[in-house]
């Protein structure tokens, strides 16, 4: 199973742009990259997911680099209740298997 | 309805005991996960059903039992567990995998077991 590295912790001050970045050098060409984040006291939830191409949603963008080997998960404006524990994931589109990387701590702010 | 609940919040057991945990969605998934979550860690995946089939069993211990009754509802039971099986159990749902598809999983809040 690839795997992925991540920062422990970062800090942003709020209403900032927060850049949180993901390692994965093993990807394989069938792997989906996903961020899911886990606020204090709940189950995690789903951000955002892409395969080759930047991605934008609601909640976030995901930059993917051109040879996928690292990605960004980028939260525009960051606010008190985007404090979380931030994963970065690979799954094979193939596969149910998620395997949550370390995940970054994200401190923010006010 | 976007929701999948777990039942109890809590749950205190001793090492001979039996108890069940439960998990509902009513989002149609047929797909459902269980995790195993210690404190600082990321979740680790245990169990998929898939259908109401049993998917994939991570190599966990047979104290552990899953059951999917239904498409809505599953379940794990718990026999003769360890003080190290104490964590936060977490339940999944989403749709099933099909050919070139991803599904997103929807978590639960989980249930804290505490082992004594």
């Known amino acids: 199973d690839a795997k992925t590295t991540q920062p422990n912790s970062m800090e942003s001050n709020e209403e900032e742009p927060v850049h949180l970045p993901c390692n994965h050098s093993?990807?394989?060409?069938?792997?989906?990259i996903h961020w899911y984040r886990q606020l204090p006291s709940q189950g995690p939830e789903y951000v955002i997911h892409?395969?080759?191409s930047n991605v934008n949603n609601r909640m976030a963008s995901l930059a993917i680099a051109e040879d996928r080997k690292s990605s960004t998960l980028i939260l525009h404006r960051a606010t008190l209740r985007d404090a979380a524990v931030y994963y970065c994931?690979?799954?094979?589109?193939?596969?149910?298997?998620?395997?949550f990387g370390t995940g970054t701590r994200l401190k923010v702010l006010a | 309805d976007t929701e999948v609940t777990q039942t109890p919040k809590h749950l205190v057991m001793g090492m001979t005991n039996k108890k069940s945990l439960k998990c509902e969605q009513h989002?149609?998934?047929?797909?459902m996960y269980w995790y195993k979550q210690k404190a600082k860690k990321p979740p680790e995946l245990m169990f998929v059903?898939?259908?109401?089939?049993?998917?994939i069993n991570e190599s966990v211990p047979s104290r552990f039992s899953p059951e999917c009754p239904n498409s809505s509802l599953l379940n794990l039971h718990l026999h003769a567990l360890q003080p190290e099986d104490s964590a936060l159990y977490l339940c999944?749902?989403?749709?099933?995998?099909?050919?070139?598809?991803?599904?997103?999983?929807?978590f639960g809040p989980g249930t804290r077991l505490t082992v004594t």
């Open positions: 999944a749902s989403s749709h099933p995998k099909t050919s070139g598809s991803i599904y997103e999983q929807y």
């Open positions: 093993t990807i394989s060409g069938t792997d989906y």
């Open positions: 892409g395969l080759t």
């Open positions: 994931i690979l799954r094979d589109y193939g596969t149910y298997k998620y395997i």
């Open positions: 989002m149609g998934h047929r797909a």
């Open positions: 059903y898939s259908y109401e089939k049993l998917s």
